[in-house]
Protein backbone atom coordinates (compact mmCIF):
# COMPACT_ATOMS: atom_id res chain seq x y z
CA UNK A 1 0.00 0.00 0.00
CA UNK A 2 1.35 4.07 -1.23
CA UNK A 3 1.08 6.21 1.62
CA UNK A 4 1.91 9.94 0.44
CA UNK A 5 2.14 12.75 3.25
CA UNK A 6 2.44 16.47 1.64
CA UNK A 7 3.90 19.21 3.69
CA UNK A 8 5.17 22.66 3.03
CA UNK A 9 2.08 24.65 2.70
CA UNK A 10 1.35 28.14 4.23
CA UNK A 11 0.12 31.18 4.19
CA UNK A 12 2.51 33.52 1.95
CA UNK A 13 2.23 37.22 0.09
CA UNK A 14 1.79 37.67 -3.60
CA UNK A 15 5.16 37.47 -5.12
CA UNK A 16 6.50 34.73 -2.80
CA UNK A 17 7.55 31.56 -2.66
CA UNK A 18 7.09 28.05 -1.14
CA UNK A 19 8.01 24.70 -2.01
CA UNK A 20 5.67 21.90 -1.23
CA UNK A 21 7.17 17.84 -0.57
CA UNK A 22 5.34 14.80 -0.86
CA UNK A 23 7.04 11.89 1.11
CA UNK A 24 6.35 7.99 -1.02
CA UNK A 25 5.85 5.33 1.41
CA UNK A 26 5.51 2.06 -0.32
CA UNK A 27 7.80 0.17 -3.03
CA UNK A 28 8.83 1.17 -6.12
CA UNK A 29 8.65 5.02 -6.36
CA UNK A 30 10.88 5.26 -9.24
CA UNK A 31 8.10 3.65 -11.45
CA UNK A 32 5.46 6.32 -10.37
CA UNK A 33 4.64 8.87 -12.31
CA UNK A 34 4.19 11.79 -10.00
CA UNK A 35 1.84 14.53 -9.61
CA UNK A 36 0.53 17.68 -8.14
CA UNK A 37 -2.75 19.21 -8.23
CA UNK A 38 -4.99 21.48 -6.35
CA UNK A 39 -8.52 22.20 -5.95
CA UNK A 40 -9.81 25.77 -5.28
CA UNK A 41 -12.92 26.52 -3.29
CA UNK A 42 -15.99 26.08 -5.90
CA UNK A 43 -13.55 24.39 -8.21
CA UNK A 44 -12.98 20.92 -9.73
CA UNK A 45 -9.06 19.43 -9.01
CA UNK A 46 -7.15 20.39 -11.17
CA UNK A 47 -3.55 19.16 -12.61
CA UNK A 48 -0.51 21.80 -11.57
CA UNK A 49 2.24 19.75 -13.18
CA UNK A 50 3.78 16.03 -13.23
CA UNK A 51 7.01 14.55 -13.60
CA UNK A 52 7.55 10.92 -14.84
CA UNK A 53 9.93 8.12 -13.92
CA UNK A 54 12.08 9.30 -16.33
CA UNK A 55 12.17 12.91 -15.26
CA UNK A 56 10.25 14.07 -17.97
CA UNK A 57 7.94 16.97 -16.87
CA UNK A 58 4.21 18.52 -17.77
CA UNK A 59 2.80 21.69 -16.18
CA UNK A 60 -0.50 23.03 -16.99
CA UNK A 61 -0.19 26.79 -18.72
CA UNK A 62 -1.12 28.96 -15.59
CA UNK A 63 2.23 27.58 -13.68
CA UNK A 64 4.88 27.55 -16.52
CA UNK A 65 7.58 29.68 -15.84
CA UNK A 66 7.00 29.92 -12.00
CA UNK A 67 6.60 26.34 -10.79
CA UNK A 68 9.06 23.31 -11.23
CA UNK A 69 8.70 20.02 -10.14
CA UNK A 70 11.19 17.19 -9.59
CA UNK A 71 11.71 14.08 -7.60
CA UNK A 72 14.42 12.25 -5.62
CA UNK A 73 13.88 8.71 -6.00
CA UNK A 74 16.16 8.18 -3.02
CA UNK A 75 14.34 9.88 -0.91
CA UNK A 76 11.09 9.01 -2.49
CA UNK A 77 9.84 12.64 -2.57
CA UNK A 78 8.71 14.95 -5.01
CA UNK A 79 8.88 18.19 -4.85
CA UNK A 80 7.03 21.63 -6.05
CA UNK A 81 9.19 24.71 -6.35
CA UNK A 82 6.52 27.65 -5.94
CA UNK A 83 7.67 31.49 -7.09
CA UNK A 84 5.77 34.59 -8.21
CA UNK A 85 3.06 32.93 -6.37
CA UNK A 86 -0.26 35.03 -7.07
CA UNK A 87 -3.57 34.98 -5.09
CA UNK A 88 -5.22 32.61 -8.16
CA UNK A 89 -2.69 30.42 -6.82
CA UNK A 90 -4.48 29.50 -3.64
CA UNK A 91 -5.90 26.24 -3.16
CA UNK A 92 -5.49 23.01 -1.30
CA UNK A 93 -2.77 20.85 -3.11
CA UNK A 94 -2.52 17.48 -3.39
CA UNK A 95 0.20 14.60 -4.67
CA UNK A 96 -0.60 11.88 -6.80
CA UNK A 97 1.36 8.98 -7.17
CA UNK A 98 -0.15 6.63 -10.69
CA UNK A 99 1.34 3.58 -11.89
CA UNK A 100 -1.70 1.77 -13.41
CA UNK A 101 -5.31 2.33 -13.38
CA UNK A 102 -5.78 0.44 -9.88
CA UNK A 103 -2.60 1.77 -8.63
CA UNK A 104 -3.52 5.48 -8.31
CA UNK A 105 -3.24 7.53 -4.98
CA UNK A 106 -3.79 10.56 -3.56
CA UNK A 107 -2.13 12.92 -0.31
CA UNK A 108 -4.41 14.26 2.23
CA UNK A 109 -3.46 17.84 0.74
CA UNK A 110 -1.89 21.17 2.02
CA UNK A 111 -3.27 23.96 2.08
CA UNK A 112 -1.41 27.39 -0.18
CA UNK A 113 -2.70 30.63 0.78
CA UNK A 114 -1.88 33.33 -1.21
CA UNK A 115 -2.86 36.89 0.39
CA UNK A 116 -1.29 40.25 1.52
Known amino acids: QVQLVESGGGLVQPGGSLRLSCVFS????????MGWYRQAPGKQRELVAT???????NYADSVKGRFTISRDNAKTTVYLQMISLKPEDTAVYYCNARWTATRNYWGQGTQVTVSS
Open 26 to 33: GTLFSVYV
Open 51 to 57: ISSGGNT
